[in-house]
């Protein structure tokens, strides 16, 4: 069985910063790629920025150049360091993992508020 747990949510004031981990539960050579999404109060599921196995990313247009993907493969853990936060960047956020085999898996979700 898959697991993916989340941390790293909380209350930040504008201009904060916050870093989100993944720790997963599989090994990268059966990854396809991994990326974190947010869901706001009544809107859809969005991501926010994706890392493919070989390392190639790809951000939503409101976040780039304020957030960052990475992860260490040998801690089989993804990150989304989040810079410079906004009052529009309060939401939910989940990572996802997507396997070569088709199937993907949720995280359990981390609040993040961004609130002064």
């Known amino acids: 069985q898959v697991q993916l747990v989340e941390s790293g949510g909380g209350l930040v004031q504008p201009g904060g910063s916050l870093r989100l981990s993944c720790a997963y539960s599989?090994?990268?050579?059966?990854?396809?790629?991994m990326g974190w999404y947010r869901q706001a109060p009544g809107k859809s599921r969005e991501l926010v920025a994706a890392i493919t196995s070989g390392g190639i990313t790809n951000y939503a247009e409101s976040v780039k150049g304020r957030f960052t993907i990475s992860r260490d493969n040998a801690k089989n853990t993804m990150y989304l360091q989040m810079n410079s936060l906004k009052l529009e960047d309060t939401a939910v956020y989940y990572c996802?993992?997507?396997?070569?085999?088709?199937?993907?898996?949720w995280g359990q979700g981390t609040q993040v508020t961004v609130s002064s």
């Open positions: 996802r993992v997507d396997y070569k085999n088709g199937i993907y898996y």
């Open positions: 599989a090994s990268i050579t059966s990854i396809y790629g």
